[in-house]
């Protein structure tokens, strides 16, 4: 165990692919999507996790909290948690350009008092390409990089399809990697923020729009990875689902492994983060690492409510059904057939079991809220994109429903950067949803640029009298008056 704190680790796992729909067991030496005996998606797991189960919690944490000082570049990221992370690795597979380690902001007095309730946002938005993807990417392309290495690959396309932030963080990892690594992305037109488009160009990756939802170009990219020699890198992909578990142990360090009093709010599209997030307090929990487990809720859009519906009735009475979805500002959730949904239904009863049936919940909010959300968030000095304003919403939402006390702290999950989804802040100040989104704004809320009339500065004119006159309005309208 490589105790000191750049040291590499020695210890190397086994890890495995286990289908969560007929429970088969395939070895990570190959690449694989889904299973091909069902069609399932899997989950990844280390064979040899019980010899790390040796190694008291507290050492665990010792080893954590000085390895968040190194120097080591394989240790650094996602990689500060080696060992629960893909430890089949070795230091020359590792991509690693600056992802985790992202802050966890305390909500000042204002929001705190507003909301009643003490709150953090993690602002998964100072993340290389601005979203939580990045945690998984550098797993799954770490994996890669490791498969070109043992197998001497020629070349290796990588696909996806994307809400957005998928394809920033695939096409930013492969231009990273570089030859003969190469990216190609499908993107439902339209349907992504000009920034989020604007993400893969600048990478250089081959972008293809099609005339679709999420859901569309998700079938199609499917098809490819089922016909051709491609490596999908959504989130049916195992590997991503093992990097996104990192943020439960960033969460976890943060508050010193006292998770105990705590919860964590997570939207829900795909269902991959969720799954991660779970898996990852889990391991934690085996390893002794925390004692108490933090409650989990997840948080939908009444316009993409799968996974709320499901958990919404009792046990006895759910039954899986996919929705067709309606516009959302939490456009990266926008999601009607979460692929990860198996993985929810095994890790939530997994969870419920150790945490209690209140350990895990998914709460649902409006569209006016998770907009709202977003705005007074940012109003208090935070960085939150529509969906950690869905997070907020959510707090509020579990708040009023008497599901969380005032004693607990409620971490956010602000998946992406405000910038990513500022065209929806503007629909807000302009009163411009179309009326799909059943948004209607409060003005309040609404912020705009207020144009000075003034003069005409003009390099002719009599620049003074220009200023002269624009600092008499500016006054005017701030009501100064000169001292
Ligand atoms: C992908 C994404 C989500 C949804 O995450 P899932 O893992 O698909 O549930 C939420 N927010 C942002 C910003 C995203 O990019
Ligand atoms: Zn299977």
């Known amino acids: 165990m490589g105790r000191t704190r750049d040291a590499f680790p020695d210890y190397r796992g086994e890890m495995e692919y286990v289908c969560q729909g007929c429970g088969s067991r395939f070895p990570a030496t190959e690449l694989y999507y889904t299973c091909p005996d069902c069609g399932g998606v899997f989950l990844l797991k280390d064979k040899r996790f019980a010899e790390l189960m040796e190694t008291p919690g507290d050492t665990w944490r010792e080893i954590f909290d000085a390895r968040a000082a ?32 992202t802050p966890v902001v305390r909500a000042n007095p204002h929001l ?5 309730q003490p709150l953090a946002f993690k602002n998964e938005g100072q993340n290389p390409s601005a979203s939580f993807k990045d945690r998984g990417m550098a797993c799954a392309f770490s994996y890669l990089h490791s498969l070109l290495r043992h197998k001497q690959w020629e070349r290796l ?33 339209g349907k992504v923020t000009p920034q989020q488009l604007a993400q893969p160009l600048g990478s250089g990756a081959r972008v293809l729009e099609l005339r679709g939802v999420f859901d569309d170009c998700m079938k199609v990219v499917e098809y490819l990875a089922e016909n051709c020699p491609v490596a999908l890198l959504n989130s049916k992909n195992s590997w991503r689902i093992l990097g996104q578990e990192t943020y439960a142990f960033e969460v976890a360090q943060w508050a010193d492994w006292q998770t105990r009093d705590k919860a964590v709010f997570v939207p829900i599209g795909n269902a991959g983060n969720i799954s991660a997030i779970m898996a990852g307090f889990l391991k934690l929990h ?33 039954v899986y059904e996919p929705v067709s979805v309606r516009a959302s500002a939490a456009q990266a959730a926008m999601i009607g057939n979460p692929v990860s949904f198996p993985r929810v239904r095994a890790l939530a009863e997994e969870y419920q079991a150790r945490a209690g049936e209140s350990g895990f919940q998914v709460v649902q909010v409006s569209e006016q809220d998770i907009v709202e959300g977003m705005l007074e968030a940012n109003r208090h000095g935070h960085i939150a994109c529509t969906q950690g304003g869905e997070c907020l919403a959510g707090l509020i939402r579990a708040r009023g429903e008497g599901a969380i006390s005032g004693d607990t702290t409620a971490v956010l999950n602000s998946t992406a950067h405000s910038l990513k989804f500022q065209s929806f802040q503007q629909m807000y100040f302009e009163d411009s949803f179309p009326p799909e989104y059943d948004i209607e704004p409060r003005s309040e809320l609404i912020n705009q640029p207020q144009a000075i009339q003034g003069g005409e500065a003009s390099p002719e004119g009599d620049r003074r009298a220009f200023i002269a006159q624009a600092a008499a309005e500016v006054m005017d309208r701030l009501g100064l008056s000169s001292s």
């Not at 230091?91 to 380690?101: A, L, Y």
């Not at 705190?112 to 009643?116: A, M």
């Open 157 to 189: 396309l990588t696909v996806c399809a994307s809400t957005g932030d998928t394809s920033a963080s695939a096409a930013m990892y492969a231009a990273y990697v570089g030859p003969p690594v190469t990216s190609v992305v499908l993107l439902p037109r």
């Open 70 to 101: 190194s120097k080591n570049p394989a240790l650094q990221g996602i990689f500060r948690f080696y060992e629960l992370v893909a430890p089949i690795l070795e230091p020359e597979d590792i991509v690693s350009p600056g992802e985790g380690q």
């Open 112 to 116: 705190e008092k507003r909301v009643g």
């Open 286 to 318: 085996k390893l002794g690492i925390i004692r108490e487990l933090p409650r989990i809720f997840g948080v939908q859009s009444r316009h993409a409510d799968p996974v709320y519906r499901y958990y919404s009735v009792p046990p006895q009475e759910r």
